[in-house]
């Protein structure tokens, strides 16, 4: 008990200088105009930081759940540019022909994933994602990102499905150059992960630096008109009739987070037909 007086005699100055504090600080605030505008500002702008820290940690919080709503939005999105983008085409083909559609078939199927391991240092490069045939995922689908091309499906478990990337020397994507059309091969040999060879383009086909390079659409596996990157260095090869291209991709692989998994529903098709002209051309050589 005599403890807790001494403690209390020791503490009770400094307790009257904080109530009289307080009844100061209030008596001005009360009576005297400016003092009140003031601090009722300072103590908004004290409260404003406060809301402020909490909203960014919260943010951050959140981060994880905001990022895997917006891919899915963004998968949607795709999906109808994609059949929006077919439709127009068809339209305008058949009314060349004199044809008009009513509906297109919904043969375009887009799936959002996140990255989950990712190999950018070997000449086979590969990548892992966090979507397999529980979400719909087959081998053959494309994968791309909002910068272009990523790979192809290659292999699918029920949660994952591994890739292999266009940063891989067993891969290639059928691109063209945006203004003139002219339809070429793209492929990564090594070295720089941010610099691929186009191949294919004839040399009379004068590319400047700058130009930009998209996918063709001439595959079954990736839509046309896809960003993939610019020209940036151009010569001619005196050995052969094509110009050595190099194009700087916009995908930087080391900081991909997300993908999306493209299904074309027409593929087996398609590919039902190229495998009968690959082997027809193998029998005629």
Known sequence: MGNI????????????????QA?????????NDYHSSNM????????????????????????????????MENAKLR?????????LNAEIDDSILGLYPVQL??????????????????LRNFLI??????????????????????????????????????????NNVSVRNKSTLNVGQLRWKGGDIMVAQLEEIPKHIKLK????????????????????????EYSEDSESNFANIKVRLYNDFTNLRYVYL?????????????DTIAKFQKNSN
């Open 129 to 170: 994602v966090n979507k397999g045939s529980t979400d719909g995922i087959k081998k053959d689908m494309s994968v791309i990102s909002g910068k272009g091309p990523v790979g192809i499906v290659i292999d699918v478990s029920e949660n994952f499905c591994s890739i292999m990337s266009i940063l891989n020397k067993d």
């Open 105 to 122: 078939p919904n043969s375009v199927s887009v799936v959002h994933g996140k990255i989950v391991s990712n190999t950018v240092s070997q």
């Open 209 to 232: 630096k700058g130009e930009i390079i998209e996918t063709s659409g001439y595959s079954s596996y990736y839509p046309a008109g896809l960003p993939v990157g610019v020209v940036e």
């Open 40 to 71: 009722i500002s300072r103590s908004n702008y004290l409260a404003a930081n406060i809301n402020e820290k909490v909203a960014n940690v919260t943010s951050f919080i959140n981060m994880p759940v905001q990022n895997e709503a917006l891919a």
């Open 79 to 87: 999906q109808e540019l994609y059949r929006t983008s077919a439709l």
């Open 23 to 31: 009844t100061a600080f209030y008596i001005i605030s009360r009576y």
């Open 5 to 20: 007086i001494v403690i209390f005699q020791r503490v009770f100055p400094f307790l009257v200088f904080i109530l009289l």
């Open 262 to 274: 493209i299904e074309n529903i027409e593929r087996p098709e398609i590919r039902k037909l190229e």
